[in-house]
């Protein structure tokens, strides 16, 4: 059975960092192109960054350009997102997706498996 489970969402005060990780069950990470997406209430679900097969291939929204970095460790089955200097804007419920795809992409409707999400709060 195919499973995202996303952690490392929390509370945290504007400017601090949170890490998130998406870890993936029943499938090889390795041929997969992974997203992250987050919808905050009222909103509709955003593309915030994604990362292919390759490292080098990444996408980051512009409003987390050179704030959030995303990686992933096929060892371990993990894409991560690495957000700094976070704002109470990047509050919402982010959530990681897959789909068997050398590129990645930004659109929710290229992605066939999702996690359930993990919530981030930036407030103080």
């Known amino acids: 059975q195919l499973q995202l489970v996303e952690s490392g969402g929390g509370l945290v005060q504007p400017g601090g960092s949170l890490r998130l990780s998406c870890v993936a069950s029943?499938?090889?990470?390795?041929?997969?192109?992974i997203g992250w997406f987050r919808q905050a209430p009222g909103k509709e679900r955003e593309g915030v960054s994604c990362i292919g097969r390759s490292d080098g291939d990444t996408y980051y929204t512009d409003s987390v350009k050179g704030r959030f970095t995303i990686s992933r460790d096929n060892a371990k089955n993990t894409v991560y997102l690495q957000m700094n200097s976070l704002r109470p804007e990047d509050t919402a419920v982010y959530v990681c997706?897959?789909?068997?795809?050398?590129?990645?992409?930004?659109?929710?409707?290229?992605?066939?498996?999702w996690g359930q999400g993990t919530q981030v709060t930036v407030s103080s």
């Open positions: 997706a897959s789909v068997r795809l050398q590129y990645c992409s930004s659109s929710v409707h290229v992605y066939d498996y």
């Open positions: 029943g499938f090889t990470l390795h041929y997969y192109s």
